[in-house]
């Protein structure tokens, strides 16, 4: 099966958490433990996003990443905090194999340039925050969907084809935790103006959800609610689906 299905964890201080259309974070549960669980349900990549680093104009916590990516079986992407090569190289040397940035896509062009020309564009990842305002428009968000930015999505897609990064994840902020479904027209959006591969975020709730991101064009699904969530009630249950459910829908 070539789609990937990625696992995105949210990380706020020293836990995981859950939030809805990027407020009202739940905490999950423990990093570590969280980790151990999806190395034995074989997990085929994980991103750890510091929700709160950004926001808050703090570097990354380096320690927690490297106890995170020492137990991680599986390939793990960052992202949250940073804002320098230093730091980059910093997260690169504790194991980590991707750094997934948002804010440095607009602010700071010459370190993804760097990053790319070092670490090869497959290890650096580009975060689409995304959200419709009133009249249907899209729009683009950083620093925890807190700063509204003055960029047109396509306008902002062709910058980072400009910039040659391997991957583009496409996270709904109205999807975000709502298990509602992905965002198909943006998906489909995105996927006719870039040529890197397309991860769709937020919404997921069932592998046909997934099947349906894969058919508009995404070469990756990832979902957070979906594998730590069971029943209406929410009930904290980590899963993920078994891979002959996965293979039979998915190429």
Do not use: W
Not at 14 to 32: C, M, N
Not at 60 to 83: H, S
């Amino acid at each position: 099966m070539k789609t990937r299905v990625i696992t995105v964890l949210l990380l706020k201080e020293q836990g995981l958490v859950k939030t809805i259309r990027f407020k009202e974070p739940t905490y999950v549960g423990d990093p570590i433990n969280t980790i151990r669980i999806f190395n034995e349900k074989e997990v085929d990549e994980i991103v750890l996003l510091d929700i709160g680093a950004t926001p808050a104009g703090a570097e990354p916590n380096y320690r927690m990443i490297q106890d995170i990516a020492g137990e991680a079986f599986m390939p793990v992407g960052y992202g949250g905090g940073i804002t320098s090569f230093e730091q980059a190289k910093r997260i690169f040397e504790t194991g980590i194999e991707k750094v997934v940035l948002n804010a440095a896509m607009f602010d700071n062009q010459a370190l993804i340039e760097r990053l790319v020309g070092v670490y090869g564009a497959q290890a650096v990842v580009a975060c689409l925050d995304i959200k419709k305002n009133l009249f249907g428009r899209y729009e683009l968000f950083s620093h925890g969907g807190k700063r509204k930015r003055p960029v047109g999505l396509d306008d902002h897609l062709a910058a980072l084809r400009q910039l040659n990064v391997g991957e583009v994840i496409v996270n709904s902020m109205d999807r975000d935790g709502t298990m509602s479904g992905y965002d198909l027209a943006l998906l489909r959006h995105v996927t006719e103006r870039i040529d890197a591969p397309v991860v769709a975020c937020g919404g997921a709730a069932t592998v046909d959800d997934f099947k349906q991101a894969v058919d508009v064009g995404a070469s990756a699904v990832a979902a957070g609610s979906m594998f730590v969530f069971r029943g209406k009630h929410r009930a904290v249950l980590i899963s993920y689906p078994e891979r002959k459910t996965l293979t039979q829908l998915l190429p």
